[in-house]
């Protein structure tokens, strides 16, 4: 099974005027998921956070006998900036996918390069272009050198309120984003064909730490969820 690429805490705040605090800072996070949701685990998810509150590896215990069937592992420049990121789909060692990230000299992220089976090979990229504010405006997918899909964003107050993908093959897809008062993400909705029909929700809920707590995915938007992740942590300090 392989997984995005994670951040589940709120940003850092300045805690009576000192050091800022950071939800995820060296935490371990375990994440619980449950297709049904019926009460029976398909697996667990274990990530480890540095100090800067972003996840070092992510680790995936199917069986929940304690045995890691597989790896992602995060590398990050003195910056803080993400590197490269490798998914170990058997745990034994061997590199299965290795995503690269590329900066331009303001640290804005430019391109991200997939290479599957870790050849020197790239096999899909994704390049981001910015708009004035330094939001991104736009994002292309190649799967090598054909085209495979555009994503036109759009902002309201500095969050991201819309992704618009436009796939040749598949068609258009509209997600959009909502926010609560602390401006963290708690829906997302998936619109295929951009009918204003919503084929797939995600409600998500967060602890008073900012930290994430609860993710339902609502396949038919009918309600009922087919799949729930569920959160717990343990930090240090």
Request: negative net charge; hydrophobic residues 30%; aromatic residues 12%.
């Amino acid at each position: 099974m392989l997984w995005l690429l994670v951040a589940c805490g709120g940003e850092e705040t300045k805690v009576d005027g000192g050091e800022p605090f950071i939800p995820l800072a060296n935490c371990v996070g375990t994440m619980d998921f449950d297709a049904g949701p019926d009460g029976i685990l398909e697996g667990t998810y274990t990530f480890l956070y540095n100090g800067r509150g972003d996840p070092d590896e992510v680790t995936y215990d199917q069986e929940i006998d304690g045995t890691i069937n597989s790896r992602m592992s995060y590398l990050y420049d003195s910056n803080d900036l993400l590197l490269d990121r490798t998914w170990d789909g058997n745990a034994d060692g061997i590199v299965d996918i290795r995503t690269t990230y590329f900066y331009d000299d303001h640290d804005f992220l430019i391109e991200e390069r997939q290479d599957n089976g870790d050849d020197g090979t790239d096999e899909r990229s994704t390049t981001y272009t910015y708009d004035g504010a330094g939001q991104i405006a736009l994002a292309t997918i190649w799967d090598a050198d054909i085209f495979r899909e555009d994503g036109l964003y759009t902002w309201s107050d500095g969050l991201q309120e819309s992704i618009l993908w436009r796939n040749p093959e598949r068609g258009d897809t509209l997600v959009s984003y909502f926010y609560n008062v602390d401006r963290l993400l708690e829906r997302e909705d998936t619109d295929l064909g951009v009918d204003e029909v919503i084929e797939q929700r995600e409600l998500i809920t967060w602890d008073d730490l900012g930290r994430e707590l609860q993710v339902n995915k609502d396949i038919g938007a009918d309600g009922v969820p087919e799949y729930r992740s569920s959160w717990s942590y343990v930090c240090e300090g």
